[in-house]
């Protein structure tokens, strides 16, 4: 599975983006999809994730109500709506799929085989 990232820009802090992330090689179906990101100087962690098994998607408690992923199927790309976006929001965002897993390992990078490439999300006050 290929994977490619794109959305990210400047942006003043209140404002929005899209993130997308298109998938080559297969389709998502069977596939449990994520995004990370990595501010300057920090860990990767992880934001929000699609968990194909129940269908639920999970938040980082620090974006709920403000992000939501998406996904487009026909399309083989999901998306990351970022509303209301905060300076602390600025990071490198990653798209990640794997395969179908357990619940307890959906946040831990580690578990997922495939990433895009990385875009940079920058929020300006």
């Known amino acids: 599975v290929q994977l490619q990232a794109s959305g990210g820009g400047l942006v003043q802090a209140g404002g929005s983006l899209r993130l997308s992330c298109a998938a080559s090689?297969?389709?998502?179906?069977?596939?449990?999809l994520a995004w990370f990101r990595q501010a300057p100087g920090q860990e990767r962690e992880f934001v929000a994730a699609?968990?194909?098994?129940?269908?639920?998607?999970y938040y980082q408690d620090s974006v709920k109500g403000r992000f939501a992923m998406t996904r487009d199927n026909a399309k083989n790309t999901m998306y990351l709506q970022m509303n209301n976006l905060k300076r602390e929001d600025t990071a490198v965002y990653y798209c990640?799929?794997?395969?179908?897993?357990?619940?307890?390992?959906?946040?831990?990078?580690?578990?997922?085989?495939?990433w895009g490439q990385g875009t940079l999300v920058t929020v300006s006050s």
């Open positions: 990640a799929v794997r395969p179908r897993a357990v619940l307890n390992t959906l946040r831990l990078e580690s578990s997922y085989p495939y």
């Open positions: 090689g297969r389709t998502f179906s069977g596939y449990d």
């Open positions: 699609f968990r194909s098994g129940n269908a639920i998607t």
